[in-house]
T-cell receptor, first 115, second 113 residues
Framework: GESVGLHLPTLSVQEGDNSIINCAYS??????FIWYKQESGKGPQFIID?????DKRQGQRVTVLLNKTVKHLSLQIAATQPGDSAVYFC??????????????FGKGTTLSVSS | DAGVTQSPTHLIKTRGQHVTLRCSPI?????VSWYQQVLGQGPQFIFQ???????GRGNFPDRFSARQFPNYSSELNVNALLLGDSALYLC????????????FGSGTRLTVV
């Protein structure tokens, strides 16, 4: 299985499987985190977000887990479908500084779903 | 309701030239942010504008500049283009000055030759 914090640049799953995408964030003071899905030729699309005072949040077929101890974020997609195939990015919002409310994006993971 | 619209969708420029990219936010959104996405990487923050004032600037050279107009649309300008400026330039809008409710446009693909 995957180790906590291990980022995989690609993930291949079968339709119907559950997918887990991991992300390590950089700033321990970040207070807001977002997962985005980006399809080819399109801009990032919001999936789900979580604030630092939570450790889990669920949406429709998606769950985000936040582990502040090891600065780790994960996205779980239930019953993965071919339409879920895309590049997934996590993003963090560090405390307001000269960069305003910029988002810092992590390395993307390309999810490929085969039917 | 129209989303975030960016123009042009594709652009080819020569090294040393200047380029202007345009963004129209979602109606009612007062904040516009610009990001650069190099192929194979995540977006990198360039600028944020809220209520026509610059609220944040990323680690980009002074060749990059932006402004926001009274109707909240925005322009990103890049002078003295380099090959390394080739990227997808993304605009995101939100109603407040925070990152909540960010909506991204589809971007402008800039190629510098």
């Amino acid at each position: 299985g995957e180790s906590v914090g291990l980022h995989l640049p690609t993930l291949s799953v079968q339709e119907g499987d559950n997918s887990i995408i991991n992300c390590a964030y950089s700033n321990s003071a970040s207070d807001y985190f977002i997962w985005y899905k980006q399809e080819s030729g399109k801009g990032p699309q919001f999936i789900i977000d979580i604030r630092s005072n939570m450790d889990k949040r669920q949406g429709q077929r998606v769950t985000v887990l936040l582990n502040k101890t090891v600065k780790h974020l994960s996205l779980q997609i239930a019953a993965t479908q071919p339409g879920d195939s895309a590049v997934y990015f996590c993003a963090e919002n560090p405390p307001f500084n000269q960069a305003g409310t910029a988002l810092i994006f992590g390395k993307g993971t390309t999810l490929s779903v085969s039917s | 309701d129209a989303g975030v619209t960016q123009s042009p969708t594709h652009l080819i420029k020569t090294r040393g030239q200047h380029v202007t990219l345009r963004c129209s936010p979602i109606s009612g959104h007062k904040s516009v942010s610009w990001y650069q996405q190099v192929l194979g990487q995540g977006p990198q923050f360039i600028f944020q504008y809220y209520e026509k004032e610059e609220r944040g600037r990323g680690n980009f050279p002074d060749r990059f500049s932006a402004r926001q107009f009274p109707n909240y649309s925005s322009e990103l300008n890049v002078n003295a283009l380099l090959l390394g400026d080739s990227a997808l330039y993304l605009c995101a809008s939100s109603s407040g000055d925070g990152p909540y409710g960010y909506t991204f446009g589809s971007g402008t693909r800039l190629t510098v030759v």
